[in-house]
């Protein structure tokens, strides 16, 4: 199993960045100045959008130069793990060049909260290609925890020859932990993050039962790292 959605991923990457942006383009701007090339979403035949919120969202992004770009609407395609930003005024979208990203920000539109994607180097995930990948940041310190967010496209339901063929986008997610410089898949839980805890065992047991934290939720896993990552 684990093989198999590995094997996904680099079909992924390879297929996806690789076939999305050959090479920086220049776009006619009014506005940021954003190095990318125009977006042509694949939308069509399918019963869903990969995209992790169905509508823009604010955002920014910060690049490796250390320019950020902050106050402009982004889409983040989990097919294809793309960042899309929208030049409002030319009304054209455009698939950011990902190797200039160091990571960006998306407010999620409902709670207001931010919600951090970080660049990770695909040699971590035992792959040749070193383009890089964006995963959703839940901690980050002495201990830091990923979760890479994708969409698989699949058959919606088998339909008779004469009719069109439907797909659907399933979500798929796998968990990523960072600690003492090695880099390696996670399951959350309550058993496993009270190993990583190391001599603070007794500190995050506490903070887990007072909290009544559920360590395979996401937001209390998170909760548990952010404090294991304050405790020296």
Known sequence: MKNSILAFVW???????YSQIPECEKILQSGPEIPGRQYYPDESKVDNLPYLYSQWVQGSVNFRNGQIISGIHLLFDLSKNLLIYHNDNLNISEVIDHRLVQSFILTDPVSGKSRKFAWLDLRTFYFADTTGIF????????????????????????????????FYYYPIQMTYIQSNGEFRRFVPGRRNVLRLSGIHKSEIKTFIRSNRLDMKNEEGFARALNYLNTLK
């Open 135 to 166: 995963a959703e940041a839940l901690a980050e310190g002495n201990i830091s925890a990923y979760v890479l967010r994708l969409s698989e496209k699949k058959v919606a339901s088998q339909v008779a020859q004469h009719k069109e063929q439907r």
């Open 11 to 17: 079909l992924l990457i390879c297929s996806g960045i």
